[in-house]
């Protein structure tokens, strides 16, 4: 009997992974490494440091998460943490937080997030209990150091993930004192997304012989790419679920897959669409043979329109009448999303791709269009108006198909009765609301809000003047609209510099540091610019840190008038 290809671990039980590991990302529904994974994890494995060059989303944060806690041993645990990821946001230690504990659940992982904004005390409990991975911001993490509440001594593997970002945010100085405190034999994981000369600096200065990696961005061969239109729609993770029936209700695919990520989405995305009133199955890994050959039956025999489906499961599927191929999320490489937008434009058949993206996955879609080639237009979601305009032409067009096919004539017994007491013109119209409501009726749901786009000030040149600050707008003030500007009491005698303020207030606060908007730095103080409904926030949270060793001032900016 040959070996079954949608074996949930058959992938990952071949990168050398413990069977505690394997059976967390079954149960999470994971089916195969992504190509990070698969190049990244054995040498991690078997010890080696290494040096990863791949963007975010490509599934890195299992490829050194997997194997740090493959390394976890159940004795001697009351020492200090064996495991530091260094990350560049309070919103990334969070995720990659949450992900080590969801792999090591069985391993009883004690895990820690550390930054800025959050109680320190909280964070003191949890170290003087005991932790054995710490995820947290580089100056958070040497707060603790110097107040002698985290000891590295017993750390065996270092992470670097997001190098490139922590270095811009000047962190370069920080990290060099922290990876100081840790053990000379330590394994060290470096991941960035770009490899600019200072990371291969850090790379040459504290990993041994690392095993390099760089994520291959080969374009496909000529031909290879479908003639299809390509799109892309800007949603909010939390509203994805809704964006995703909206633009079906409009699109009105004859077939579509929706590509997951995992089982556990596959299983979430079917129900959600059922709910909505299409005939969607679900096909993923977890599936027999047969219960994928029935599913498959459906779906070329039209009782079935939607596929929702992981990579995996719909490998080598040709399905004559597939229309759509709609990505609920961006594939985790870009070889990934040619393989997916595949399976429709076979043949010289038109088709459409369409993929569901938050806006800080736009570098992703730009690396797509890179391999392929072609562009990806980016959409506004149809709002509640576009989809009742639809709708309504959805029953034109029923209307018109019926007078032009179908014998009314045994209905004029109907029209006769009620002509006595109605007008014709009335009887037609009740018609044609009897059959848009059974067809759906009006959309009775609130518009998709439009996720927030990086502030437009942070195209602007960041470069330092002469003098040490910023270049500023001519008339830029705190009280323009959207904007607010803090006065922080450390300047350029303090040896201040631009990257050490974007640093402090991004990695503690968690404002991204593609929001902090114009930067002035003077001999005693500086001036920040941050989105008006974070400024409350960000002062609270800097109000708890420091900058290069002192604890400033930080309020908002008082005006002379």
Do not use: W
Not at 458 to 466: E, G, H, L
């Amino acid at each position: 009997m040959e070996d079954d290809p949608f074996e949930a671990e058959a992938g990952f039980a071949g990168l050398g992974l413990r069977a505690e590991l394997l059976r967390a990302l079954t149960a999470l529904g994971y089916e195969e490494p992504t190509p990070i994974q698969q190049e990244a994890i054995p040498p991690l494995v078997a010890g080696n440091d290494l040096v990863g060059q791949a963007a975010t989303g490509t599934g890195k944060t299992a490829a050194f998460a997997l194997p740090l806690l493959q390394a976890l041993t159940t004795e001697g645990r009351d020492g200090g943490p064996a495991a530091l990821v260094l990350v560049p946001t309070r919103e990334l230690a969070e995720q990659v937080s949450q992900a080590v504990h969801r792999y090591g659940r069985e391993l009883g992982v004690r895990v820690l997030p550390v930054y800025g904004g959050q109680p320190i005390g909280r964070q003191l409990q949890a170290l003087q209990r005991g932790v054995d991975v710490v995820v947290g911001t580089p100056g958070r993490v040497l707060d603790h150091i110097e107040r002698e509440t985290l000891r590295l001594g017993d750390v065996r593997t270092v992470v670097l993930d997001e190098a490139d970002e922590m270095l811009d945010m000047g962190f370069a100085e920080d990290i060099e004192a922290i990876l100081a405190e840790t053990p000379q034999s330590r394994q060290t994981v470096l991941f960035s997304a770009t490899m600019p000369p200072r990371i291969d600096g850090i790379a040459r200065r504290h990993l041994r012989e690392p095993v390099r990696i760089t994520m291959g961005r080969e374009a496909p061969a000529a031909g290879e790419m479908p003639l299809v239109r390509q799109s892309a729609y800007m949603v909010a993770k939390a509203h994805r679920s809704a964006a995703l029936g909206r633009i079906l209700d409009v699109e009105m695919p004859t077939a579509a897959i929706v590509f997951c990520r995992t089982r556990e989405e596959v299983d979430q995305v079917t129900e959600a669409l059922n709910g909505r009133g299409y005939r969607a199955e679900a096909l993923h890994g977890g599936m027999s043979q047969d219960q994928r050959d029935r599913v498959m039956g459906r779906l070329r025999g039209g009782s079935t329109e939607l596929l929702v489906a992981t990579d995996v499961a719909a490998r080598g599927l040709d399905v004559e009448q597939l229309t759509h191929v709609i990505n609920f999320n961006v594939p985790a490489a870009p070889e990934a999303y040619v393989h997916r937008i595949g399976r429709v434009g076979r043949a010289g058949r038109e088709g459409s791709a369409i993929t569901l993206a938050e806006p800080r996955e736009q570098r992703m879609l730009k690396a797509i269009e890179r391999l392929t080639g072609q562009r990806i237009t980016l959409e506004k979601l149809p709002t509640v108006t576009d989809l009742r305009a639809r709708r309504l032409e959805k029953t034109r067009t029923a209307l018109q198909a019926s007078l032009e096919t179908d014998d009314l004539e045994r209905f004029r017994v109907v029209l006769d009765s009620l002509a006595d007491e109605f007008d014709v013109e009335n009887i037609a119209l009740a018609a044609v609301k009897l059959l848009h409501e059974a067809a759906g009726g009006d959309v009775d749901e609130d518009d998709i809000p439009t996720p927030a786009a990086p502030s437009a000030r942070n195209a602007q040149s960041r470069d330092a003047r002469p003098g040490g600050g910023r270049e500023r707008r001519p008339g830029a003030r705190g009280s323009d609209a959207g904007v607010a500007r803090l006065f922080f009491g450390i300047g350029r005698r303090a040896g201040l510099r631009p990257q050490d303020l974007v640093g402090a207030i991004a990695g503690e606060s968690g404002l991204s540091a593609r929001d902090i908007g114009a930067i002035q730095i003077t001999d005693r103080f500086s001036l920040v610019e941050v989105p008006e409904p974070a400024a409350d926030m960000v002062i609270a949270a800097m109000q708890r840190s420091t900058i290069r060793g002192r604890r400033p001032t930080v309020r908002r900016e008082r005006f002379m008038r």
